[in-house]
């Protein structure tokens, strides 16, 4: 470690006021954070002229505010740990001593992220904007601050003593939640601002409650709780009739969550964007992205790209989202997902869809052209032959629009041109296969999302992408569908999608900790969710030898034959 890090540093900690007892390895690990190896911390420590200075343990979220912000002043072996950290500081801005005082006390923060650098002085100027934006790149902070700065004064003609003032629409609870946090700190030192959290999974009257109890400057939203208000709760609307900023934050996602109806109908009771400031932040640019933007917010607006061209290729980069689904659920779910991604860019929709086994892909791909969707349809898998996969794959290479269904074929090494989804369906075989089929989209500079459908039995797999920026996926009004409650084409098709199914989690036993028994048991919920049981009840026949295969000889529940029919 520098020198000039270990003298910055010292006097950083004894300044915060965060020692206590003496642990080291908390120290460490705070170090490590910031890209420095173990040694120089012990070299570190033991090169402390006092007990003070040395040697001790930290509260952990003291310390983890401390040591990033000596470094990303740019200082020693950590400089470029943070790299989204700008020279800007937040005592330069030109805002008011209560916002400056919250910063430094609340955040402790003195430079601003890249992002904030770039879209705090426009936004401050009134401007509306249309932001790319990573989440973790201090975005939130970046249009928080000046729709505090906006709000701080007078209530507008007008306006009713509890006008709600900025509205803020999240696409999740997890994430307007983290929003409320960072808007309460902010306006802690503000005399007469508050903030306040709506979204679902709570009781109407509790947050009507809520809503009544303090000021409620700025309110942060999931787009259903924030449409229930407005239709229920009295009074709501003429609260929001003079609002002054409009944030729609994570739009692709929001957009991927099925939202764009609320978003629409939430838009035309607020006030007109001539009317407001109004602000997008999105990490992804899909179609539909630019389509609200145009009506959220003003002619004119700015649009400002603060990703790196350079890191937008790599899976930490891509948008990625999980569910989880029973056996009997997944079709839904498959269903519903595919809706979902084609409604997010309709013009220019282009999916692939990641299968376990080649029986399973061309199962699903036989049943989705019977659907509404058939025309959009391409299978590439390894039971078709070479001829055919080349001409589908230079077909979908070429199509404007397509839902490719695939085996692990193309996951590795093909390049489709804008493809703006993977939808993997069930854990893939590891981790790596998983980023490979991840990265057949936001490839060339284009953006992409990645959705992986797990079944209950398959979480597991979720610890293996423990350091992946997952997010848990939200489908709205997902219930039962029966569109893909149909027979293939080729009769054949559901006994050995049932056959292949089987054999593939009959490897994953370990992984899912289940036996024999418990396997062949799911394997006749599989067969009964896609309609393959007989009058009996019976799943498909299997014929003596595969079985023997399966290594499933003698386990209960299967229906064995000599030999299965063709």
């Keep these: 470690?520098?020198?000039?890090?270990?003298?910055?540093?010292?006097?950083?900690?004894?300044?915060?006021?965060?020692?206590?007892?003496?642990?080291?390895?908390?120290l460490a690990a705070a170090f490590c954070l910031a890209g420095t190896r173990f040694g120089d911390v012990r070299t570190f420590l033991l090169a402390g002229k006092s007990r003070n200075q040395c040697g001790v343990a930290l509260r952990p979220d003291a310390l983890l505010e401390v040591v990033p912000r000596v470094v990303q002043r740019g200082d020693g072996a950590g400089s470029k740990a943070i790299s989204h950290v700008s020279e800007s500081r937040f005592d330069g801005l030109p805002v008011s001593a209560e916002t400056k005082k919250a910063i430094k006390e609340?955040?402790?923060?003195?430079?601003?992220?890249?992002?904030?650098a770039q879209t705090v002085g426009p936004l401050l100027g009134g401007a509306d904007m249309l932001a790319r934006a990573k989440t973790g790149t201090g975005k939130t902070l970046g249009f928080l601050i000046p729709t505090v700065e906006r709000i701080k004064g007078p209530l507008p003609p007008g306006a009713p003593k509890d006008a709600i003032r900025a509205l803020i629409i999240s696409p999740s609870r997890e994430l307007a939640s983290q929003i409320l946090k960072e808007a309460t700190k902010l306006v802690s030192f503000h005399q007469g601002l508050g903030a306040k959290c709506v979204f679902g999974g709570v009781g109407l009257g509790k947050d009507q409650r809520d809503l009544k109890d303090g000021p409620c400057s700025i309110l942060v939203a999931t787009p259903g709780r924030l449409k229930q208000h407005m239709a229920e709760t009295p009074g709501f609307a003429n609260r929001l009739g003079h609002l002054e900023v409009v944030i729609l934050d994570e739009a692709d996602q929001l957009l991927d969550m099925g939202f764009r109806g609320e978003i629409l109908k939430i838009l035309e009771k607020l006030p007109?964007?001539?009317?407001?400031?109004?602000?997008?932040?999105?990490?992804?640019?899909?179609?539909?992205v630019s389509d609200i933007a145009g009506l959220a917010l003003k002619p004119g607006y700015q649009y400002i790209d603060t990703v790196n061209e350079n890191e937008e290729s790599t899976p930490q980069h891509i948008a990625q989202s999980y569910a989880v689904a029973s056996l009997e659920g997944m079709n839904s779910l498959i269903w519903a997902s595919v809706n979902q991604a084609k409604d997010r860019d309709p013009s220019s929709f282009k999916l692939i869809l990641f299968f376990a086994t080649a029986r399973l892909t061309?199962?699903?791909?036989?049943v989705f052209r019977q659907t509404e969707l058939g025309s959009h349809v391409f299978e590439i898998h390894s039971k078709k032959a070479q001829s055919f996969r080349t001409t589908e794959s230079e077909r979908f290479r070429k199509a404007t629009q397509g839902i490719l269904f695939s085996s692990d074929v193309s996951a590795r090494g093909l390049d489709y041109p804008g493809v703006t989804n993977v939808i993997q369906v069930g854990a893939a075989s590891s981790r790596e296969q998983y980023i490979h089929r991840l990265g057949r989209t936001g490839r060339g500079g284009n953006q992409g999302s990645g959705m992986l459908l797990l079944y209950d039995i398959e979480k597991y797999f979720l610890s293996d992408l423990s350091d992946m920026p997952l997010q848990k996926y939200s489908i709205r009004d997902l219930s039962p569908s029966r569109e893909l409650d149909r027979d293939p084409t080729d009769t054949n098709l559901k006994s050995k999608a049932y056959a292949a199914w089987l054999g593939y989690y009959k490897s994953n036993l370990k992984s899912m900790k289940i036996n024999t028994r418990e396997l062949v048991s799911l394997g006749t919920r599989f067969a009964k969710s896609i309609g393959a049981l007989d009058a009996q009840g019976l799943p498909p026949p299997l014929d003596k030898m595969l079985v023997g295969k399966m290594g499933l000889k003698g386990v209960p529940g299967l229906n064995v034959v000599a030999v299965r029919p063709k």
């Excluded at 470690?1 to 910055?8: T, W």
């Excluded at 007109?272 to 602000?279: D, F, H, K, V, Y």
């Design 362 to 366: 061309q199962y699903y791909a036989d």
């Design 106 to 116: 609340g955040f402790g923060y003195e430079h601003m992220t890249e992002v904030q």
């Design 272 to 288: 007109p964007a001539s009317a407001r400031q109004g602000l997008l932040f999105s990490a992804t640019f899909p179609k539909a």
């Design 1 to 26: 470690m520098h020198r000039s890090l270990q003298r910055r540093i010292v006097p950083e900690l004894c300044a915060s006021h965060v020692l206590r007892t003496r642990r080291v390895v908390i």
